[in-house]
C-alpha cells in the first residue's frame, strides 16, 4: 500500500463561488506546493474545467480526478468521483436536462468559466450552476454508479447543503460507506463509515496541506492506476 497526500473537493472559477484566480494551472500549481499527490475538481453541477485540470497536473506530477459537487433535488451536495475524465464529461452531458435552466446573475453569483490549458477562457456557462437538479438523493447515486463513478455526502459538518443538517441523519437508501468532513474533529457524525477530510476550497489558500493521508494499492508513477484504485476504494468504503 502506498500512502497519498489528497483534497477531493476543490473548485475552479467555472464554479460561480470559485475565486477568479481558481484556474486549472493556479491550483495543480498550490496543490503542488502544499504537497498534495491527488487532487479532485469538483465543481458545482460540471465538470468542463477538468480536461484543463488534467493536463496541469501533468506538468506537476500530481493525480488529478475528475468530479463534480452535485445538487440533489433535495439541496443535499454529493461530492462525485469518476475513474476516467471521459465518464465524467459524459455524466455532466446526461445531467444536463435534469438542471435548473436558471439565467446566472454575473454581477451578484459571480462568472462560470471555462478555461483551456493555457487558462485562457473559452467560454462560460450562462446557467447558474449551483441550482438544485432534478435527481433525488437515490436516483443522483444510482446515476453516478452507471457511469462508473462514485458519491458521498459532502461536507456533513456543515449546515448549508449537508446531509445531516436537511434529514437529520443517514437514510437507509441509498447506502453511504464514505462522507467527507471540513474538520477531522467532527468524525463521530460519520458514524463509522470512511471518512475524508476535504478542503471544498474555493481560494487557492484554502486548498488542503499534507495531513492524514490516503492508502491505496498503486504506484505514485501511474496516474491511471491511483485513480482506479481510489474508485474501487471509495465503492467498497476501505480507504
Known sequence: MTAFAYDLHVHSCLSPCGDDDMTPCNIAGMAHLNGLEIVALTDHNASRNCPAFFRACETYGIVPVA???????????????FETLEQALAFEEALQPMRMQIKNRKGIYGEQRILNENDVCIGEEPFFLPAATMLDLETAAKRVAQYGGVC??????????????????????????????????????????????????????????EGEPIELDAPKDDPAAVRKALIDALKRGRL
Not at 468530479?67 to 468521483?81: N, P, Q, R, S, W
Not at 461536507?155 to 437529520?168: F, M, P, S, Y
Open 67 to 81: 468530479g463534480m459537487e452535485l445538487t440533489t433535488a433535495e439541496d443535499i451536495h454529493l461530492v462525485c468521483l
Open 152 to 209: 458521498y455526502p459532502a461536507h456533513i459538518d456543515r449546515e448549508a447543503n449537508g446531509l445531516l443538517a436537511i434529514l437529520g441523519a443517514f437514510p437507509p437508501e441509498p447506502v453511504f460507506l464514505c462522507a467527507e468532513l471540513r474538520e477531522a474533529e467532527h468524525r463521530e457524525l460519520a458514524e463509522g463509515r470512511k471518512i475524508l477530510v476535504c478542503s471544498d476550497a474555493h481560494r487557492l489558500w484554502e486548498l488542503k496541506e
